[in-house]
């Protein structure tokens, strides 16, 4: 194996958090970023059939079980989180146009939106405050973070289910598509 490849895995090993090509070239020392681009892809292949994979989540990347072995290693049952259907609707509305203010939210839904449904998503880790909006007021505005895309599997936001794929899986109740092809008022 490429000594730089080796290099890149076990600091993705060592490494307490998901690491992106940047802070990797920055842990050994400033190699090229493009050059661990290398390195990662190279990772990826070689371990796509073990037990461990390396993935990319948000751009950082870091090693999980592989899914059919994860059931093994699992000692304890995940207790499942329920979010309440407000809170679904609200992380629904951000993941697909953050980043997003709580008036927005609330013009989306259609009904005034708990700031404790806000401070749900965020303690979950699943929304974080991205600024404030340059409009009188500067209401804060949120966005996804890393930790939503990990739980939910996905590599980055355009990973997220299209209108076809929504009204498949029976997801919309009713459809009004602007003319740039948004969701004006679904019940997800």
């Known amino acids: 194996m490429d000594p730089l490849a080796r290099a890149v895995e076990a600091a993705l090993f060592a490494a307490e958090e998901p690491l992106d090509e940047n802070a990797l070239a920055a842990v050994l020392g400033d190699a090229d970023p493009s050059v661990i681009d290398a390195a990662l892809t190279d990772l990826q292949a070689h371990y796509n059939e073990r037990g461990v994979r390396l993935v990319a989540r948000g751009g950082r990347w870091h090693f999980e079980t592989a899914p059919d072995l994860a059931h093994i290693l699992r000692r304890t049952r995940e207790q499942p989180r329920k ?76 990973d997220l289910p299209g209108l076809a794929e929504l009204r498949a899986a029976g997801l919309l109740d009713r459809l009004d598509d602007d003319k740039d092809g948004t969701v004006e008022e679904a019940g997800v």
């Open 83 to 158: 979010l309440s259907r407000a809170a679904t609707e609200v992380l629904a509305i951000c993941a697909y146009h953050e980043p997003v203010s709580r008036a927005e939210i609330e013009a989306i839904r259609g009904v005034q939106t708990s700031p404790g449904t806000l401070d749900v998503l965020m303690e979950a880790g699943w929304l974080r405050i991205a600024g404030r909006r340059e409009t009188p007021g500067r209401p804060v505005i949120y966005a996804t973070t890393p930790a939503f895309l990990a739980h939910f599997g996905l590599a980055s936001r355009s």
